[in-house]
């Protein structure tokens, strides 16, 4: 079973995320029985489910960090896919994921991705 959510555009997003590829159509996040996966414009991020540590709700982001292409924190080297500044779920990893770069060099430790529904992901990513 194959589980699809969506990004939460905010409109002052849409621009920023146009200008690299992101938009309702080219930003999902699936949960297959085994794997998560997620799609930001020309950004991937994949990994098994045995591979998530943990989930936790967050929010409050700043517009200036967070709006256009996948971002990385440099505090902790985790990957942002933002669509809005209120809601997200932040995914931690056992081992880190390649995401942000494609030769894989760069991996992170955790991934927080502004869904529509960040409880039902959470929820998802439980089973």
């Known amino acids: 079973m194959t589980r699809e959510f969506e990004f939460a555009f905010e409109g002052r997003y849409r621009l920023p995320a146009l200008a690299f590829g992101v938009t309702p159509a080219t930003a999902k ?23 998530i540590s943990g989930t936790e709700v967050s929010g409050d982001y700043a517009w200036y960090r967070t709006a256009g292409p996948a ?31 494609p030769t894989g060099a760069l991996r992170h430790p955790g991934a927080t991705m502004t869904v529509a529904d960040p409880e039902a992901l959470a929820e998802a990513l439980r089973r």
Do not use: K, M, Q, Y
Not at 29 to 51: H, M, Q, Y
Not at 82 to 88: E, Q, V
């Open 29 to 51: 996040v699936l949960v297959t029985d085994t794997e998560l996966l997620v799609r930001f414009g020309p950004w991937r991020l994949r990994t098994s489910l045995a591979n």
């Open 71 to 101: 971002h990385l924190s440099l505090t902790d080297r985790g990957v942002t896919f933002a669509t809005n500044s209120h809601r997200g779920l932040c995914v931690s990893f056992v081992e880190p994921v390649r995401a942000i770069e």
